[in-house]
């Protein structure tokens, strides 16, 4: 099991101070989640934990970095401005960094360097080539090639994963592309676009009536870590 990072640390304390206040915005974002992509596992009469944890992953992301909540603006942005007078200024600026570039996206897997933790990818929207520090997509051995879906951001100088959610598609990737509905578009850090692609996704590989949810499959990628939810086309 890879060792925590600075910004691991930062996102699990983002999420930790939005989950204390979960009152404030859960019913709410939920019932909007639950609306756009239909996940299958909220309709199960008995959902397996796994597929609840993993509708619940999915959907924590989207309510903390894509949602607004107040103003336009989202728990990421606002946990930045309240947090300003109380965080360590290292990680106030680790974070002010996420938030100006993260972004999420579909993208070829070119190239891992297991030792280094390091993976080359390519967005497959707009051809950007990534160099990625993911110890998690560096040690699961079956995704050597297609596309993985994840949010990335840059922090130092290093482009990095912020979120947990990681959707694996093993098809080549001109195929991965073809089968997508979604059209070619910049998607941009905290872009309207972003939550749309992202949503979207979601809504065809883990709905009721999504066009690849009888395809999803759920690997383990740490022994000692919680499931990962990949699928596979």
Request: glycine share 6%; proline share 5%; hydrophobic share 40%.
């Amino acid at each position: 099991m890879y060792q925590l990072s600075a910004v691991d640390r930062d996102i699990l304390d983002f999420a930790e101070y939005w989950g204390a206040r979960k009152a404030r915005w859960i019913d709410a974002a939920s019932s909007e989640f639950e609306e756009y992509v239909h996940p299958f596992a909220m309709r199960m009469r008995s959902p397996l934990p796994r597929y609840l944890a993993m509708t619940n992953i999915y959907f924590t992301e989207w309510a903390l970095f894509e949602r607004p909540l107040i103003d336009g603006r989202t728990p990421l942005q606002l946990y930045i401005e309240q947090s300003a007078r109380t965080l360590p200024e290292d990680s106030l600026d680790r974070m002010r960094q996420v938030e100006r570039t993260q972004f999420f996206s579909r993208f070829s897997i070119v190239e891992k360097d297991v030792a280094a933790s390091r993976v080359r990818l390519v967005d497959v929207w707009t051809g950007s080539a990534y160099e990625v520090l993911d110890p998690v997509i560096c040690s699961t051995e079956r995704w050597r090639e297609g596309t993985i879906a994840e949010r990335i951001a840059c922090v130092d100088g290093i482009w990095c994963p912020v979120g947990q959610a990681r959707l694996y598609d093993c098809a080549p990737v001109g195929q991965s592309i073809q089968d997508d509905l979604g059209e070619p578009r910049d998607v941009g850090a905290q872009g309207e676009e972003a939550g749309s692609y992202y949503l979207h996704l979601l809504r065809d590989v883990i709905g009721v009536d999504g066009r690849f949810s009888n395809t999803l499959k759920l690997v383990e990628v740490d022994p000692e870590a919680d499931l990962e939810p990949a699928s596979a086309v």
